[in-house]
């Protein structure tokens, strides 16, 4: 028989009052040890076209095919659910990033190795969501490339209407872009082909010891 949840006591969290944390009958621990690999935060960033969603999927890719547990929290697919009542001001990004650090939390739990391409502009906010999980599960990952190349990237013209002034608060137009300063891992994705990006992601992953050189057996 499985055996019986735990509760811890009843406090307060925000708005959220008498509730407790419930401890569930199969841990992060026993998932990584059923499927020979552990869990992670990998948390792409950049400007818009640096190309984090183009790594993120194409990390996931390779990762799957080790029959790795993984998958992508893309900035554009969760604002048509889970964040389609925030908009682009200051306060609604850094909405945003709270409520995916606290998803990318839970996956984490789950023992999946969760991929997040946002923008996430402010560090403060990248921050934050670093403080939400233990040392070493959060992985930070700067796309770096230069803006001009980002806007030669730009297939759906934001940059071109943020510069005509239709739309407004647009990083690295009209709303700043903080680049972190001491990432886990800085990939040139401006200049560097996609192969060699994700075997530099790939390659810090196993060096880590997050995932085996192979996949599990």
Sequence with gaps: MTASPTYGALTTQGASTNIAWHHTSVDRAARAEQRGHRSAILWFTGLSGSGKSTLA??????????????????????????????????????????????VAKLFLDAGVVVLTAFVSPFKADRDKARALVDPGDFIEIHCAADLDVCEERDTKGLYAKARAGQIQEFTGISSPYEAPEAPELRIETGSSSLEDCVAHVITHLQAKELIPAQGPS
């Excluded at 048509?80 to 709270?98: K, V, W």
């Design 57 to 102: 999927n194409a990390v996931n890719s390779a990762l799957f095919e080790q029959g790795l547990a993984c998958y992508v929290l893309d900035g554009d697919n969760i604002r048509h659910g889970l964040c389609n009542d925030l908009g682009f001001s200051d306060a609604d990004r850094e909405e945003n990033i709270r409520r995916i650090g606290e």
